[in-house]
């Protein structure tokens, strides 16, 4: 939307390109495991987490809450493409349900571990002690957050009809490589939380497959995302064969 502000230079411009607010979501969503890793690696003051979500109780708290409910505004604020007839689940639906769990991780955090801090304020505070439900909102909003944008890359990225000047210059080797890399990023995400179900029912409670298993299993299927969203806003559309 341009300004009409009287007090703008002439020749102004303060349109807000779309395209590059999007791909925001993906640099930010890439960003986040990779800037957790370096800083817990570096600093005697963060040590490395068995989660992503565990980093909550580390002075990198703030900082990974901010960026975590800024890709869930994002993903609240995302439209996609109109529902196609026949079509199960649109980008609208699946963006909302992604957001819905997001917010679920971001406010309701995991739960602290024997050498965490557990008196930081939370929305947890206002349940009853000991409550059954309180534990179970976290991880369930972490599978819908992920196991969401696992589908909508697998299935919603490629139904899409492909870019009109793409089709115009009869370029199919670069669709069918997109769609391959959806598919690709898709599968990875929704392996990644298969294996973090399968950890959660096959172990006893703490225990993983290997050491801070979750937290690679996150991170993997975040980067996997934020790859996804940046093929489909075009932004690395330049890496693809013409």
């Known amino acids: 939307m341009t300004s009409k502000d009287d007090n703008n230079e002439p020749g102004e411009n303060r349109v807000i390109d779309s395209t590059w607010?999007?791909?925001?979501?993906?640099?930010?969503?890439?960003?986040?495991?990779?800037?957790?890793?370096?800083?817990?690696?570096?600093?005697?003051?963060?040590?490395?987490?068995?989660?992503?979500?565990?980093f909550y109780y580390t002075p990198l708290r703030d900082a990974l809450m901010g960026a975590l409910f800024a890709v869930s505004v994002f993903l609240f604020a995302y439209t996609g493409y109109a529902p196609k007839p026949g079509e199960w689940f649109s980008d609208r639906q699946v963006s909302l349900l992604a957001g819905l769990g997001l917010i679920c991780v971001v406010v309701f955090p995991a739960e602290a571990l024997k050498d965490h801090v557990k008196n930081i304020p939370s929305v947890a505070m206002f349940f009853p002690e000991g409550s059954k439900v309180l534990p179970w909102i976290h991880p369930i909003g972490a599978i819908a957050f992920m196991g969401s944008l696992g589908y909508m890359s697998l299935v919603n990225f490629r139904r899409a009809r492909f870019a009109e000047?793409?089709?115009?210059?009869?370029?199919?080797?670069?669709?069918?490589?997109?769609?391959?890399?959806?598919?690709?990023?898709?599968?990875?995400?929704l392996g990644c939380v298969g294996l973090m179900i399968l950890q959660t029912l096959a172990l006893p409670k703490g225990e993983m497959f290997f050491k801070n298993a979750t937290f690679w299993f996150e991170s993997i299927g975040i980067i996997f995302f934020g790859l996804s969203w940046l093929i489909k806003t075009k932004v690395l559309g330049i890496v693809l064969p013409g």
Not at 21 to 49: M, N
Request: with cysteine; aromatic share 6%; net charge positive.
């Open 21 to 54: 607010l999007l791909a925001f979501v993906g640099v930010l969503a890439i960003a986040i495991p990779i800037t957790l890793l370096i800083v817990s690696a570096l600093s005697p003051d963060v040590t490395q987490q068995q989660s992503v979500s565990h």
């Open 165 to 189: 000047k793409y089709r115009h210059q009869k370029q199919p080797l670069r669709q069918l490589t997109e769609n391959g890399i959806y598919v690709l990023c898709g599968l990875v995400m």
